[in-house]
């Protein structure tokens, strides 16, 4: 290099630090930053990592928004009859497939609950959404917590936690009533070894409740849950158990700022609801609780009528 090819490259070095260009390149990227980048291609939201994430938006576009994150290892349309009911009482409603469930892309990595965040924000943030209320169910509702905890309340109007696993599942030295690492384990290792029967396994068994004495046993909820199990990625749904067990939520939970409602039934074997939907309502300033007696984890669908009933009185209060 010689003497006037270096006082080139000197003086544009100097002009970049002097306009904070290279500064600005070496900073990390915020959540928010992050988020600005998806775009809309179709009924996809494209993340900045290029996830592609399928949503519905049904009803009015000029409705109040209702977003709806779906649990494990779910997708979108286990919230249809949800969505169809308030589509038809005015509400504009929006459920995306988490990245790796449904029709979403699946990839390697980001099966994470910071991902998940980042992936409802996304969504928020492409379709430009305001005054939104955010419902979550089970791992959607850790989503929802986590959205909050990193993105804030600024596009959030009220916030739905529905058998919800916040704040923290896992049994560690500071959450002694937790459940224990080898529950957890055992469900990783019985995807590995047969998740086709995993989740036959468990949408007839503890997830509805049919496993309990007298219950009346729906196979068409028990085979449109392994439909949407078995649709969604291996790798992705076998790292969303450590995302919805071993996320601690309890930081993002002193951060909601919006009424919030917390509905759980008190016979959920799948998230305990002393450990879950009690100790959350306790935890988020004028939480609003709601326990169903004898309701299983799934009552989205075994007491839909009037958890359909709830969700709208709260919306519209």
């Known amino acids: 290099m010689n003497t006037t090819t270096r006082a080139i490259a000197a003086g544009l070095l100097a002009t970049f630090l002097q306009t904070g260009t290279l500064a600005h390149a070496a900073e990390p990227a915020t959540p928010a930053q992050i988020a600005a980048r998806a775009t809309v291609e179709g009924n996809y939201v494209v993340t900045a990592d290029g996830t592609r994430l399928y949503y519905k938006d049904w009803g009015p576009k000029n409705g109040p928004v ?20 308030l589509a038809d009482h005015g509400f504009r409603v929006i459920a995306h497939d988490r990245r790796g469930h449904g029709r979403s892309s699946q990839p390697w990595n980001g099966n994470d609950m910071d991902h998940y965040a980042d992936d409802l924000a996304a969504v928020i943030t492409a379709l430009n959404l305001k005054d939104v209320t955010a419902v979550g169910f089970s791992t959607g509702g850790g989503e929802v917590a986590r959205y909050i905890g ?25 959450n002694p009533n ?94 305990p609801f002393d450990i879950s939907g009690k100790a959350s309502a306790a935890q988020i300033k004028g939480a609003k609780l709601i326990v169903y ?4 984890h799934g009552l989205t669908d075994t007491h839909k009528e009037r958890f359909n009933q709830d969700l709208l009185d709260f919306l519209r209060n």
């Open 66 to 85: 209702v977003t709806f994150s779906h649990g494990w290892p779910l997708s979108s349309d286990s919230w249809e009859s949800q969505m169809i009911f």
């Open 150 to 174: 990193r993105h804030g309340t600024s596009r959030i109007k009220k916030a739905v936690l529905v058998s919800a696993v916040p704040p923290l599942m896992l049994r560690t030295a500071d």
């Open 178 to 271: 937790g459940v224990p690492l080898e529950v957890f384990d055992g469900l990783r290792k019985a995807s590995l070894e047969n998740r086709s029967q995993l989740y036959l396994d468990l949408a007839s068994g503890p997830f509805y409740g049919f496993n309990r004495p007298g219950a009346k046993v729906s196979q068409g909820l028990v085979q449109s849950w392994w439909a949407q199990g078995m649709q969604a990625g291996h790798k992705n749904t076998y790292d969303s158990i450590a995302a919805f067990s071993a996320t601690d939520f309890r930081e993002d939970l002193k951060k909601i700022d919006v009424p919030t409602l917390v509905i759980h039934g008190d016979d959920d074997q799948i998230v």
């Open 293 to 296: 007696p004898g309701a299983p």
